[in-house]
């Protein structure tokens, strides 16, 4: 009876093991192939919406500062869930549309548009008014204000919240395998339900997510030192 259940816990370890290496490579791949481009296009995409929104926010023009206001309310006050179903599922109610990543895309953007927005326009506050006031005494353009004056001041401002939005988006990016993107945690799922190794599989997945982040970590660590080294000068 003891050698029977030595030989099964044997048996059940090499089957773990076969499993956890063999569901490597996909897990890999969906992470390569989905998960960090996904993370990275939506992130370029929703810092140019972001910076749009944001300048938006403190024009003087109250039409558009309005808009920007009710955009930013909108996705701030829903669910990221909410807003992927709507555009995968609730859009071809009215006839339009689109791909799974491609809906992931357009999401994630407007998302990450929305809260970086606010990023953006807490650090072009930070900047004094009176570097502006100086800029146009110069006789620099508004344009040419915000090129050469505020905004290489406002990155530096902005670096550290929007890196860790950035670390956030590589996690929300699991939420893409509900509108079937073959994403990293989506493969996780897809291989787990076929030998029930959720513990396993959901185990391995989050390793590799926090392998990825660890990773960006580091690289905000540097960029931030770099930077302050920058000030320190």
Do not use: H
Not at 120 to 148: C, D, F, H, N
């Amino acid at each position: 009876m003891y050698l029977n259940n030595i030989m099964i816990e044997d048996e059940r370890l090499e089957r773990i093991i076969s499993i956890a290496q063999s569901s490597l490579l996909p897990l890999v791949k969906g992470a390569l192939y989905y998960t960090i481009p996904l993370t990275v296009i939506t992130f370029s995409i929703g810092l140019v919406l972001a910076v749009v929104t944001a300048l938006a926010r403190i024009s003087e023009l109250k039409l558009l500062a309005a808009l920007a206001r009710v955009y930013v309310s909108a996705i701030r006050g829903t669910p990221l869930l909410v807003q992927l179903f709507i555009i995968f599922y609730g859009l071809p109610n009215l006839g339009i549309t689109i791909d799974s990543f491609p809906a992931a895309v357009i999401g994630f953007s407007l998302n990450v548009g929305a809260y970086a927005s606010e990023i953006v326009r807490a650090a072009i506050l930070s900047i004094p008014k009176g570097q502006w006031e100086a800029a146009y005494s110069l006789g620099m353009s508004y344009r040419q204000t915000l090129k050469r004056i505020i905004f290489p001041q406002a990155a530096r401002v902005s670096i550290p919240p929007l890196s860790n939005t950035f670390i956030s988006l590589v996690k929300d990016t699991s939420l893409a395998s509900l509108i079937l993107v073959a994403e990293m945690f989506r493969k996780a799922q897809e291989i787990a339900s076929m030998n029930y190794e959720f513990l396993l599989l959901y185990t391995e997945t989050g390793i590799i997510y926090w392998v990825i982040c660890f990773l960006l970590s580091i690289a905000q660590d540097r960029i931030e030192k770099r930077l302050n080294r920058y000030i320190a000068r």
